[in-house]
């Protein structure tokens, strides 16, 4: 799993442009020869609707939104079982482990997305 951003990257360090930029992260490059192994265990995005800025990780099973840093609300949606996310898990009690591990992986994605505390 990764992000989109990282496709100039492999382009420029496979030797598909001209000039080679100066590129933060992990090589995909090998991601290719095989392509089956594993690499990342989750791809992190960021976005902005209206006034809020949302922040989401995504593995293989879970996909877990903050928007505004979690004060206009929260997002969990099974990948696996409701691919359509339909169903808003957040707040299902069942999962707040799930919930405190995706939320502890963004918050060190995204730094500036952490609680401020005094």
């Given at each position: 799993?990764?992000?989109?951003?990282?496709?100039?990257?492999?382009?420029?360090?496979?030797?598909?442009?001209?000039?080679?930029?100066?590129?933060?992260?992990?090589?995909?490059?090998?991601?290719?020869?095989?392509?089956?192994?594993?690499?990342?265990?989750?791809?992190?995005t960021e976005i902005t609707r209206a006034k809020n800025s949302g922040h989401s990780i995504r593995t293989d099973r879970?996909?877990?939104?903050?928007?505004?840093?979690?004060?206009?609300?929260?997002?969990?949606?099974?990948?696996?079982?409701?691919?359509?996310?339909?169903?808003?898990?957040?707040?299902?009690?069942?999962?707040?482990?799930?919930?405190?591990?995706?939320?502890?992986?963004?918050?060190?994605?995204?730094?500036?997305?952490?609680?401020?505390?005094?």
């Amino acid at each position: 799993m990764d992000e989109a951003v990282a496709v100039r990257a492999v382009r420029a360090r496979a030797g598909h442009l001209r000039r080679a930029w100066r590129l933060e992260g992990r090589r995909l490059v090998p991601l290719l020869e095989p392509p089956d192994q594993p690499f990342k265990p989750a791809a992190f995005t960021e976005i902005t609707r209206a006034k809020n800025s949302g922040h989401s990780i995504r593995t293989d099973r879970w996909r877990y939104t903050e928007w505004a840093e979690g004060a206009a609300g929260i997002e969990l949606y099974d990948e696996q079982n409701d691919p359509e996310e339909f169903t808003n898990l957040a707040t299902d009690a069942k999962l707040a482990d799930v919930v405190r591990d995706l939320k502890t992986q963004l918050h060190a994605a995204f730094p500036a997305t952490q609680p401020v505390t005094q």
